[in-house]
């Protein structure tokens, strides 16, 4: 058809692409929750459903994503065990990403690549690379090395490809999804079920307080960064911040405390300069008479409470009375001390070529579950704790620097983003200081990448045959 100014009003019409009915969108995310509530076949049987729901589309991809950690983190005492999870969750990462190339236009176009998701798979080549090269368990860190590239890279391209409303909504929804399981969690604190970890730390809906805690921690940096962050924020964010970081004190989480305090910080400070704008553009809260009058009726409070505020810092930096610290250096060396010791001898002993991507600090120790078909090592997970000297450890001085450059193109782009974005970005990062979270997409370590997927793209514009 030829555009002329008499029909030039139809092109949006034209163009506009179609909706999707909302029993598609949300009806199969019920029915997978259901089958993995239900029973241990159907637990199973609902990775499934997850994988092909993940087929329709970037922003299905994601939600599948989402759900996947939530089944995969879920509290035992509120579904039964899903013997197959680790094979489902792959199940689910491979059909997201192949969602992602689908809707990228890669089969029937030739589609360019953006130059951050570019940088994410020239880092998991890297791994990939020096996995075969150099890890004593080859099979086992090029399987967690594909793992993380394809979870970073097809979140990031999914995000991207979103129009800017897409984004915006689903952003919303993620939003939303984290505040249900907030709600759902704090009625299991005056249950044994909340605490069936450890007996001590409220890990509500999830299956451990230290994913509960950095899951908090992600919500409320979200929530604190977005009162700052808009001109006129809802009350009710307050009621979201307030009930997060009780429950972040309840989970006995201390690095996710931490993290999300520090978060919100850097964000307000550093964000002006990564995003190269003027403090006023960033914290737009500042000219808010609603912010204001939240900052000063809660330093008056915190003023007058300070006694009480002090007995429960130290109630929660001492876990509940049972380990005497002086302080948080202190407690973090306690808590770490130990397994920074051997990170440091295998640096000192291998600073170049590292020791392998995904292997502990003691192979030998290493407690590894294999696909009974094809033999694949499907999980062997590793406690680590500081993902930086991990990082050297593993990869060696050149791959933590190639990881460190990647690291600040997704600050800068998260701080274009906005002031919510960043500090939830910083959130992501920081809880790595004391659980390694960053490269594990197959346990907490998923959900930051979602975020941390969205953080970067939502400064990014959408562009025309252009991918990720």
């Known amino acids: 058809m030829t555009i002329t100014a008499a029909n030039i009003d139809a092109r949006p019409a034209l163009r506009r692409p179609r909706t999707m009915p909302l029993w598609l969108v949300y009806v199969p995310l019920i ?4 089958l993995r509530l239900a029973s241990g076949p159907t637990a199973n049987a609902s990775y499934l459903l997850l994988a092909a729901y993940a087929l329709l589309g970037r922003a299905h991809a994601i939600r599948a994503l989402a759900f996947s950690w939530l089944f995969s983190m879920i509290n035992p005492g509120l579904a039964p065990e899903a013997t197959a999870a680790a094979v489902g969750r792959y199940a689910v990462l491979f059909a997201a990403a192949g969602s992602a190339m689908l809707h990228a236009g890669f089969i029937i176009r030739n589609t360019r690549v953006r130059p951050f998701t570019q940088f994410t798979l020239v880092l998991g080549a890297f791994i990939i690379g020096h996995s075969l090269m150099f890890s004593p368990m080859a099979d086992v860190s090029v399987l967690k090395g594909l793992s993380w590239t394809l979870a970073m890279a097809t979140l990031v391209s999914a995000w991207v490809g979103l129009s800017e409303t897409q984004r915006e909504a689903l952003a919303r929804e993620l939003f939303w999804f984290l505040v249900v399981i907030l709600l759902v969690s704090l009625p299991l604190a005056v249950t044994s079920v909340g605490y069936l970890r450890n007996a001590r730390g409220l ?11 950095p899951t908090m921690a992600l919500l409320c940096a979200w929530a604190t960064a977005r009162m700052l962050g808009e001109a006129r924020p809802p009350w009710w964010l307050l009621g ?29 400070l550093l964000g002006p300069g990564l995003a190269g704008r003027r403090i006023g553009q960033v914290v737009v809260g500042l000219k808010s008479a609603r912010v204001w009058t939240v900052i000063v009726c809660v330093s008056l409070a915190a003023l007058a409470m300070a006694p009480l505020i002090a007995s429960k810092f130290d109630h929660y930096i001492t876990k509940s009375g049972r380990y005497q610290v002086g302080g948080l250096a202190e407690a973090y060396e306690r808590s770490r001390g130990r397994l920074m010791d051997a990170m440091l001898v295998n640096i000192a002993e291998h600073p170049l070529t590292g020791i392998g991507f995904g292997i502990a600090s003691e192979p030998w120790a290493m407690n590894i579950s294999r696909d009974p078909v094809l033999g694949l090592p499907v999980g062997a997970s590793i406690e680590k704790g500081v993902t930086p000297l991990m990082v050297v450890e593993e990869l060696g001085v050149f791959g933590a620097l190639l990881v460190g450059s990647w690291i600040v193109r997704l600050l800068r782009g ?6 919510a974005p960043l500090a939830v970005c910083f959130v992501a990062l920081l809880l790595n200081l004391g659980e390694a979270t960053l ?8 959900l930051s990448l979602i975020l941390l997927g969205w953080a970067y793209a939502s400064g990014q514009p959408k562009l025309t045959h252009r991918h990720g």
Do not use: W
Request: charged share 5%; no cysteine; aromatic share 4%.
């Open 240 to 268: 979201v911040i307030g009930a997060s970081l009780a429950a972040i004190l309840m989970s006995e989480a201390r690095t996710a405390g931490l993290a999300m305090v520090l978060a919100v910080g850097l964000a307000v």
């Open 414 to 419: 998260s701080a274009r983003s906005g002031l």
């Open 31 to 34: 029915a997978a929750l259901a």
């Open 439 to 446: 490269f594990s997409p197959s346990g907490i370590g998923l």
């Open 203 to 213: 890990q509500g809906i999830l299956n451990h307080p230290q994913a509960f805690g």
